[in-house]
Nanobody, 121 residues
Framework: VRLVESGGGSVQAGGSLTLSCTPS????????MAWFRRGPGQEREGVSS???????TYADSVKGRFTISRDNARNILYLQMNNLEPEDTATYYC????????????????WGQGTQVNVSS
């Protein structure tokens, strides 16, 4: 299984970006999938997750600004990020686990290489 992220870049505070995750040998509609991030000098943290039947969760720091979604036909997972803040600067990772349900942000089996997001003030 391979997960490939894209869509990162540099924006000013208040701007928007949409990240995409394209898996191979894996279907976004069937599994729990999530976005994580690791900021400079920080631990990796869960940002958002989506289960097979559509239930989604968000970290408190991104609620109301980020939206996770998927295109089942194209087999792509997205993370729409609006009103970005400098604190959102991080490498963002797509992750998947075997199973329809998420266990919070734990026990993910597959990881992408990451895409960098830089937000300037």
């Amino acid at each position: 299984v391979r997960l490939v992220e894209s869509g990162g870049g540099s924006v000013q505070a208040g701007g928007s970006l949409t990240l995409s995750c394209t898996p191979s040998e894996y279907y976004v509609k069937d599994q729990c999938m999530a976005w994580f991030r690791r900021g400079p000098g920080q631990e990796r943290e869960g940002v958002s997750s989506m289960e097979r039947f559509g239930r989604s969760t968000y970290a408190d720091s991104v609620k109301g600004r980020f939206t996770i979604s998927r295109d089942n036909a194209r087999n792509i997972l997205y993370l729409q990020m609006n009103n970005l803040e400098p604190e959102d600067t991080a490498t963002y990772y797509c992750a998947g686990r075997t199973g329809s349900w998420c266990e919070g942000f734990d026990n993910f089996d597959y990881w992408g290489q990451g895409t960098q997001v830089n937000v300037s003030s």
